[in-house]
């Protein structure tokens, strides 16, 4: 092979490796590696149904994964709704009420302004949805830009986040939790109340 061809070769591989680097799906899986095997540097916060915040911790080496109680399970069909935070080899256990798990970088939105959002409207203008949802499908993949508003389970606002690259997934190991990749960190909300949407959407 000339040696040019293997340079476009050489080229090629380099653009794919940077492409898949690039794309939030792919950073997903490479986020989930990290978390069990290294750990990442977290924020914790709980809060109660009126959105007050009644724990902020923060910690390395965090594992996230359901409690089971040996001593009860029975049969076939157990599955418990108990958190189980490992914490630097410390044990968390937590139901119920709504927490978020932070990853160091990502920050709450201070002073957002909600009140555009209570007549708010879109362009309305005419769209084929079935091509439309494959097309979200697929940059959500990417990642796209996107502002999350997250309430207590009462519908009390809790706080705003926004990406310019946001992929949304549902863990299937862990009910009532959603994660998402912003800006190359990670996300996790539990018995939430929450609007996840396209930045500019709404008018």
Do not use: W
């Not at 061809?5 to 050489?10: E, P, Q, S």
Request: glycine content about 8%; some cysteine; charged content about 25%.
């Amino acid at each position: 092979m000339k040696k040019s061809g293997k340079l476009i070769l050489a080229a090629a591989a380099v653009l794919t490796v940077f492409t898949l680097t690039a794309c939030a799906a792919f950073q997903s899986v490479v986020e989930k590696i990290q978390g069990q095997l290294l750990g990442d540097n977290f924020k914790i916060l709980t809060y109660d149904d009126y959105g007050n915040n009644t724990l902020t911790a923060q910690g390395r080496n965090i594992n996230i994964g359901l409690f089971e109680n040996y001593a009860n399970k029975t049969g076939e069909g157990f599955e418990s709704e108990v958190l189980e935070i490992t914490v630097e080899g410390k044990q968390l256990l937590h139901v119920g009420s709504t927490i978020i798990f932070a990853e160091k970088g990502i920050d709450m939105i201070e002073d957002f302004d909600l009140s555009y959002l209570q007549e708010a409207t879109t362009e309305g203008k005419a769209t084929f949805v079935p091509l439309d949802r494959t097309v979200n499908k697929y940059t959500n993949l990417i990642g796209k830009k996107k502002t999350i508003i997250v309430k207590s389970q009462m519908g009390i606002l809790i706080g705003v986040y926004q990406g310019d690259k946001v992929l949304v997934e549902i863990p299937s190991d862990l009910p009532k939790m959603t994660r998402l990749i912003v800006d190359g960190k990670s996300l996790y909300i539990h018995r939430a109340d929450y609007e996840i949407f396209d930045t500019g959407m709404f008018q």
